[in-house]
């Protein structure tokens, strides 16, 4: 009998062993080790993406750096009206034409009315990644070396649409020399450039 007690009490120690230590003790290294197969997930998902960034890294190292200026021309990541006034300058310049005027505005509305703004945006002009500027100038010259500007005008690299033209029949002042057999025009000029956000 009294073997059948110290045996009962034996078990009863074991099973009290068992559930308040062992148990618990168990549950926190099995706890423990999924955070460790985690943290194992995740140095490894680290290590793919670090081999991932040296590889897209070396590809645009191989890249020729001339086209790479030549793509951060063609779309700007940034806006920078005098450098886009300069070099539309210069073009003029080429063929005798003087940048007279010039207006920049700001936005991708390119001078809508508030209300006409507003409703593009709510139709789904706001989830654009890039947006415009509206260039307006004025100039004057000959007909053929307007279109030797506008024909560099389009081959240059920049993204540029002419969004209006006018043209006007340009009077000689009494004194001043046309130096040219063609006729004189006067010409106003609005444009419109992109840039990434």
Known sequence: MARAITAS??????????FFYTQPAYDTVQ?????????????????????????????????????LDRLQKLLPDHVDNIALILELDSIATRYGLALQNVDISSG???????????AVGA?????R?????????????????FLQFLTDLENSLRIVDLSSLAISRTVVASGAVNRSSEPLYGYTITLKTYWLK
């Open 9 to 18: 009490i034996a078990i009863i120690i074991a099973g009290g062993v068992f």
């Open 31 to 67: 706890s423990s080790q999924a955070k460790i197969n985690q943290y194992n997930t995740a140095l490894d998902k680290a290590a793919e993406l670090q081999t991932l960034k040296q590889s897209l890294l070396s590809r645009y190292n191989a890249f020729d750096p001339n086209s």
């Open 108 to 118: 991708g509305a390119g001078g809508q009315s508030a209300t006409n703004q507003t």
């Open 123 to 127: 139709i789904g002009g706001a989830s």
């Open 129 to 145: 990644s890039y947006d415009s500027i509206t260039l307006r100038f004025s100039t004057t010259g000959t007909y053929t070396n």
